[in-house]
């Protein structure tokens, strides 16, 4: 019944008895996602043979269900478009039309929501319920180049594109980080991610599962009900976003000195953690190790190559690197003419492998575009010293050229996170006659503090180059994020806009 070549499910049926998801609806093991995972591909079918790579969006709170509908669309041969409940009513549909999704799926919880936007989109519509409740039957067999999920980029820069990944990158990405980071069946994690992004759904779902694993899911993040579970379970791993950490870190400093003392050893019995997504502060990992004895292994990737670099889980975690290449990934730091940059040098990073995505869908201008000779174009700018990488930020957003000098707007947020007065912020070049660019950083202040442009830039001057010191401000209560807590660059200068800055 099963496809011999979905190695990410048919490893599941030797962990059988073995407890695979754990959900606010209780316990459920991999005998019991195997068998829901067919019948959701049975409901699918409706006796054709094969969806043959027909696009199956779908929309369900996290957990087994979300589980099943996924592994289910993959069993019948179709293509997994997973589908966000943060989402608005504009960005599901925006989905269900660029993926054109022949079918779409939602858990009874938001069949109100999707039913419209599939019927409008031409999709053919199921409840969870109803796929759930269909009869196994036969199933296809499927080759591993075959496409099997489409996820959307953010899509800061234009329309979300449609990112491809087939069977076969997903089964590299798990397995080096299966690899990397020693996932065993005696781990547990704690899931508190997205379930539309990379992150969320391969390093810690996908991993878990491919390791025979248990992986337990919160209807959302509470950083209290987050510090619970810490105490309760039996948890050896969490990944997450900066943010989640710092808000983490907030809620232990509110409670009592005996509190702190318990979360801080609930933390002992976890055997890594780690961060991604978007830049650590080193403040963040600095005052997490401090509370929690663990220092944060930090890891780059995207949606289009899954992770490709990764610092040591035994061996030196270096604050602001990211590691060395990732098992089976090529890696090439190109300077702006298109050369090999010099040792020391920033370069745009290149990256080549199996577990690199192959298109964007229905994209063939930009997918090739985004290609040199095999090689993937990241749009990201790093370092390397002494033979680990440092993101220095994407080429457009997080390298500002002013005054005929390039300036990393994270080495500048770092600096400024520093600041007594200053809990949070984001820096961003604005367009200048005479700069070029003029450095602007838009900033959260801590509670009853006060600041003034003149009093930052002259604190700035004593810890950076003049160029780098902010010359613009911005006093806000909150940074504009997307969904997985990144600081969201773009709008971060609509901000500076629309004060008229």
Request: proline residues 7%; glycine residues 8%.
């Amino acid at each position: 019944m099963i496809g011999p070549s979905i190695a990410l499910i048919e490893r599941a049926a030797g962990f059988g008895p073995r407890v695979a998801v754990v959900s606010p609806r209780g316990e459920f093991t991999y005998a019991q996602l195997l068998e829901a995972s067919a019948r959701v591909a049975a409901g699918l079918l409706q006796g054709r043979a094969d969806l043959a790579q027909e696009r199956v969006a779908f929309l369900a709170p996290r957990g087994f269900t979300w589980t099943a509908l996924l592994w289910g669309i993959w069993r019948a041969g179709g293509v997994a478009v997973p589908l966000s409940e943060l989402h608005p009513a504009a960005e599901l549909a925006y989905a269900l039309a660029d993926s054109q999704a022949g079918l779409a799926a939602a858990h009874p919880e938001y069949a109100d929501r999707l039913r419209p936007l599939a019927q409008a989109a031409g999709s053919r519509f199921f409840t969870s319920d109803e796929l759930l409740a269909a009869p196994p039957g036969p199933l296809p067999a499927l080759d591993p180049g075959r496409r099997a999920m489409i996820l959307y980029t953010s899509g800061t820069t234009g329309a979300p594109k449609g990112v491809v990944h087939t069977h076969a990158n997903l089964e590299a990405q798990v397995e080096m980080l299966v690899q990397a980071w020693q996932w065993s069946p005696e781990d547990y994690i704690l899931h508190v991610l997205p379930l539309h992004h990379v992150h969320g759904i391969v390093n810690v779902l996908l991993c878990a599962l491919f390791a025979g694993a248990r992986c337990e899911f919160l209807p959302r993040f509470e950083a209290e009900l987050v510090w619970q579970k810490f105490a309760e379970r039996p948890l050896t791993l969490f990944m997450a976003v900066p943010t989640i950490y710092a808000k983490l870190i907030a809620a232990w400093e509110a409670a009592p000195a005996p509190e702190q003392a318990r979360l801080s050893a609930a933390c002992a019995k976890l055997r890594l953690m780690v961060s991604g997504s978007a830049a650590l502060p080193v403040s963040v990992l600095e005052k997490w190790q401090a509370i929690s004895g663990h220092r944060l292994l930090e890891r780059y990737g995207m949606t289009e190559i899954g992770m490709a670099l990764s610092n040591p889980v035994q061996g030196e975690r270096r604050p602001g690197f990211v590691g060395a290449a990732l098992p089976g990934v090529e890696l090439r730091l190109l300077d702006e003419a298109g050369r090999e940059a010099p040792s020391g040098e920033p370069g745009e990073i290149l990256v080549r492998g199996p577990a690199v995505f192959g298109e964007y869908w229905q994209r063939p201008a930009e997918t090739r575009d985004a290609f040199r000779d095999g090689w993937f174009l990241t749009g990201d700018v790093a370092v390397v010293e002494d033979g680990a990488w440092r993101i220095l930020g994407r080429k457009s957003a997080d390298i500002i050229k002013t005054g005929g000098y390039k300036v990393s707007a994270l080495e500048i947020e770092e600096v400024l996170r520093t600041h007594p007065a200053v809990a949070e912020c984001a820096v961003v070049g604005l367009e200048d006659p005479e700069w070029g660019e003029r450095v602007a950083a838009a900033l959260i202040l801590r509670p009853s503090q006060n600041l003034t442009l003149e009093e930052l830039r002259a604190w700035g001057k004593e810890r950076l180059a003049p160029y780098k010191v902010p010359s613009l401000a911005l006093f806000v209560e909150e940074l504009p994020r997307n969904a997985m807590g990144k600081v969201t660059k773009p709008a971060v200068k609509r901000l500076f806009q629309t004060q008229q800055i």
